[in-house]
C-alpha cells in the first residue's frame, strides 16, 4: 500500500542525504526509505536514536583501537592496575620521548588544535577524558587555562602533566597554579622566558615532579638510601644532618658557619636574600637536618622573629648553636636580639634599624625559664 505524504526538510538534512541520494540516482524517496531502515536496524540494538548516533561515532575509533593492540602497539590493561600505576607515579615527569609520542608536535600548530588533537587522542584510547584550552591568543599565548574533566583524579594528574609538559617545550608556558575539584582539573599557565627550552620549567617541577630528585637518586643508589632510611626509621629519625666540613669544626669545640651550604641549596646569596626568604628557607633547612625539634616563624613586617624549638640540655651546647645561627643572620645584615630558654632560642630582628650602626648585633642573653 502506497501512502503519500509531504516533509519539510532543512537544507541541512538534504545535504546529509546527499550520499544516499547519489547512490539512488537522486530519487528522494529511496533515499528516506533507506535512511528509515537504517533507523530501523539501529533501535533494534539500541535503545534511542541518539545511543545508536553515539556508538556509530565511537565505533571507528574502537575499531582503530583494536587494530593498534593486534598489531602490538598497544595493549589491554586492567583499570584498577592502572590507576594503581597511575598513583604510584604522581610527582615523578614523564620522559620528553613519550610525551612526543602521546602528543605529536608536528600535528599541533595552535592552542585549538592541541584542544582537537586531546580530546581525540582521549577518545581513541578510550581514557574519557575531556579537555577544554582557554586563551586570548591560540598561537602564542602570554597565559592559558586548560581544564581536564571525567575519569579519576589520577588519570588526570597523569594527563595534565602530559599537557603541562608539552606546553612548556613549544609555548614556553609554566604552570602557575593548579586547583583540583571532584571531576575537573584546572590548570592556569604563564609564558616564562627566563628558563631554557631544555630545562623543567619550575611551576611544572613544583605541581607535577616534585619527586623527580628523589625517584632518581632512589634509583642510582637503593643500598645506600634504603639503609639511611632504615637507620632513621630505626633511631625515630633521632639523627642531624650536617656537612662534612661542619662537622669538623664542631668536632675541634669551634663552631662553624653554615652560610655558605644554604647559599648553595638557595642558589642565591644570603646577604642578597629578602629577610622572609631567608627565614623560609632557614626554617625548610634546619627542619629537615633534625638538628632542631621545630622552628616557628613569625613573618610581620618589622617585627619579624624566629623561634627555635630544641632538647639539648647542655648549656654549651645551646651557646655553641645560638651563635651557629647568628652566623647566617649576620650575613644577611638585619639587626637582631636573641634570647635562650631551656628548650627555645628566640631571634628578633629589626629591620628599621641602620645597618651600620655599633649595637648592630645585640648581645646574646641567657634567661633561663622558671
Known sequence: MLI???????????????????????????????????????LLYHKSIDEAI????????????????????????NKTMLEWLFRCTRGRLTDEGLVNELINPFEIQDMRQLEDYLNRVSRSYQWAIR???KCEDINSPESAMVLISNSTIHSRDFFAQLVAHFLSRWKQLDVEHV???????QIFFRRNTSTSSNETMPGIRKHFGYLDILCKELDDNPEFWTQLMYTYNAERFNL?????????????????????TLERLCKQSVSDMTL?????????????????????????????SVTIFHDFKDERVIRNLIKYFSNIFRENGTPFETFSYSSMIVFRFFQGRDSDSSDLYLMESMEESE
Not at 179 to 185: A, L, P, V
Request: aromatic fraction near 6%; charge should be negative.
Open 179 to 185: 586547583f583540583k575539584r571532584s571531576n575537573s582539573t
Open 240 to 260: 642531624v644532618t650536617l656537612h662534612r666540613s661542619q662537622f669538623e669544626v664542631f668536632a675541634t669545640g669551634e663552631v662553624p658557619n653554615p652560610t655558605k
Open 4 to 42: 503519500r505524504k509531504n516533509i519539510s526538510l532543512d537544507d541541512k538534512y538534504l545535504k546529509k542525504l546527499q550520499p544516499l541520494l547519489d547512490a539512488n540516482n537522486g530519487n528522494l524517496s529511496a533515499a528516506v526509505r533507506d535512511t528509515i531502515e537504517v533507523a530501523d536496524t539501529a
Open 54 to 77: 553515539q556508538f556509530l561515532k565511537e565505533t571507528p575509533a574502537k575499531e582503530e583501537l583494536n587494530e593498534t593492540i593486534q598489531n602490538g602497539e598497544n595493549i589491554v590493561i
Open 276 to 304: 622572609t626568604d631567608l627565614l623560609v628557607q632557614f626554617r625548610k633547612m634546619y627542619l629537615s637536618t633534625q638538628l632542631v625539634k621545630n622552628i616557628e616563624l613569625s613573618l610581620e613586617p618589622g617585627s619579624e
Open 131 to 133: 579537555t577544554s584550552i
